[in-house]
């Protein structure tokens, strides 16, 4: 049986995610189950050993009072991200249809040498040259219509990701390809939500216990899940609604909702966590200094989101209970990696919002940067993306200066905003004398 999806970054959100809710879908699906070729990023461990277990794998669902185990069956093949040729023939393959991407925030960046590896028929290096690649293989093969769909924390993604995919190919000076891609491809966008920590050597015992079989690769997740997207397949599409997926029009409130909340919390938690030496969320939310300062920054979206104020309530209630979980090990080391990708877009949109509304810069961001610029300063720091930031933090002795370059991934506005940098930097002046 050919698989009708692609999808590029096979990690554990993935298979705890999309791949989750396809094999859902798939119990009910017209006209027969729809596969998944996975594509890792580079590495090549996990293929081979999905692969010899036959691209099946167990997802436990860790709730507080015990775990449940799925056997996943939805991957008809897992392969190595630097095999190019498996990657090219997947997406010119006329039967693919769907494209979907997992690949953290800072993979979407364009690197700078993509123009000439493209050019010179090299793979690319970031997830939109690689997606172009792979677009231009299926150009030439004759063009099927193709949804390609990006399933990471970025606001309106699909636009995005349609806008980095369009610009390569206009540097290219392709101008068919470019035509093509503009009018044969859509760009979905979509929210998705699952906590999944990294899987440890015990789940393996207990993935065994609840499957019955010697499972090298499970996943470990929560109980909840959440996927919204916007309906655009041109070709067609898994039938995911029957599987709990919400389409709609315009997903961009429900990014809002998810981007500002789940996981601005999640960025406060883990550099406040961490400076305060924790090691997890659900140790965070032991740490009544912690919760308070995740409900400033709740505060500060929730005036801002477009939502009534019950479903708001809804919402941070929900998370309260899921933060909470003490059976589901989220490492705060883990969130934190790449704050400088996800600190515009969780915590500069609100910012923004805020101060156009005539409100002030709010109570938790102050706390969030300086916790941040500490973070920055230590040996924990996985953020290519903040290398040169680093840098100049580090040749600075005055917390004002630290203050504003922090303060300017956030944007201008944010970096110029006198009463924010002052605010922010007597949280930072309070994180270097003590631990509170």
Same mark, same amino acid.
């Not at 067609?236 to 709609?248: E, F, K, S, Y």
């Given at each position: 049986?050919?698989?009708?999806?692609?999808?590029?970054?096979?990690?554990?959100?993935?298979?705890?995610?999309?791949?989750?809710?396809?094999?859902?879908?798939?119990? &009910?699906?017209?006209?027969?189950?729809?596969?998944?070729?996975?594509?890792?990023? *580079?590495?090549?461990?996990?293929?081979?050993?999905?692969?010899?277990?036959?691209?099946?794998?167990?997802?436990?669902?860790?709730?507080?009072?015990?775990?449940?185990?799925?056997?996943?069956?939805?991957?008809?093949?897992?392969?190595?991200?630097? &095999?190019?040729?498996?990657?090219?023939?997947?997406?010119?393959?006329?039967?693919?249809?769907?494209?979907?991407?997992?690949?953290?925030?800072?993979?979407?960046?364009?690197?700078?040498?993509? *123009?000439?590896?493209?050019?010179?028929?090299?793979?690319?290096?970031?997830?939109?040259?690689?997606?172009?690649?792979?677009?231009?293989?299926?150009?030439?093969?004759?063009?099927?219509?193709?949804?390609?769909?990006?399933?990471?924390?970025?606001?309106?993604?699909?636009?995005? #990701?349609?806008? *980095?995919? #369009?610009?390569?190919?206009?540097?290219?000076?392709?101008?068919?390809?470019?035509? =093509?891609?503009?009018?044969?491809?859509?760009?979905?966008?979509?929210?998705?939500?699952?906590?999944?920590?990294?899987?440890?050597?015990?789940?393996?015992?207990?993935?065994?216990?609840?499957?019955? =079989?010697?499972?090298?690769?499970?996943?470990?997740?929560?109980?909840?899940?959440?996927?919204?997207?916007? &309906?655009?397949?041109?070709?067609?599409?898994?039938? =995911?609604?029957?599987?709990?997926?919400?389409?709609?029009? &315009?997903?961009?409130?429900y990014e809002q909702r998810k981007l500002w909340l789940l996981n601005g919390a999640h960025s406060l938690l883990a550099y406040y966590g961490l400076h305060r030496g924790l090691a997890t969320i659900a140790e965070a939310m032991d740490d009544p200094a912690c919760v308070a300062a995740m409900e400033d920054v709740w505060r500060d979206a929730a005036a801002v989101l477009p939502f009534p104020d019950a479903e708001i309530t809804e919402a941070t209630d929900a998370l309260r209970e899921r933060f909470g979980n003490p059976r589901i090990q989220h490492r705060l080391a883990q969130i934190a990696a790449d704050g400088s990708q996800k600190f515009p877009v969780r915590f500069g949109e609100v910012y923004r919002r805020r101060r156009a509304a005539g409100l002030d810069h709010g109570t938790g961001l102050p706390l969030a940067v300086a916790a941040w610029i500490r973070h920055l300063a230590t040996d924990q720091v996985k953020d290519a993306g903040a290398a040169e930031l680093i840098t100049r933090l580090a040749a600075t002795t005055n917390n004002a200066d630290r203050v504003r370059l922090a303060l300017g991934v956030l944007g201008p506005e944010a970096a110029d905003d006198n009463d924010l940098a002052r605010d922010t930097g007597a949280r930072l002046t309070e994180l270097q004398e003590h631990k509170s």
């Open positions: 049986m050919s698989a009708r999806a692609v999808h590029l970054g096979l990690g554990a959100f993935f298979r705890a995610h999309q791949a989750w809710y396809t094999h859902r879908a798939n119990q &009910d699906q017209p006209g027969g189950p729809w596969l998944i070729t996975a594509f890792t990023g *580079r590495q090549v461990e996990l293929a081979e050993t999905l692969t010899a277990q036959g691209c099946r794998y167990t997802l436990i669902e860790r709730a507080a009072d015990g775990d449940h185990g799925t056997v996943i069956e939805s991957l008809g093949a897992a392969v190595p991200g630097g &095999d190019h040729e498996a990657w090219l023939t997947a997406l010119a393959d006329p039967g693919t249809a769907v494209l979907t991407s997992t690949v953290t925030e800072a993979a979407y960046r364009i690197h700078d040498q993509d *123009r000439d590896r493209l050019a010179a028929g090299e793979p690319g290096i970031s997830a939109p040259a690689r997606i172009l690649d792979g677009l231009r293989a299926r150009f030439q093969a004759g063009g099927a219509p193709l949804a390609v769909l990006c399933c990471d924390n970025l606001t309106d993604n699909g636009a995005m #990701l349609r806008g *980095r995919v #369009l610009d390569l190919a206009g540097e290219l000076g392709d101008d068919e390809l470019t035509d =093509w891609v503009d009018g044969s491809i859509t760009f979905p966008s979509s929210m998705v939500d699952r906590i999944t920590p990294a899987t440890t050597p015990d789940d393996l015992v207990i993935a065994k216990q609840l499957s019955g =079989w010697d499972d090298q690769a499970p996943v470990v997740t929560e109980p909840f899940s959440e996927w919204v997207i916007t &309906d655009a397949f041109p070709s067609g599409r898994p039938a =995911w609604h029957t599987a709990g997926v919400r389409l709609v029009d &315009d997903v961009e409130p």
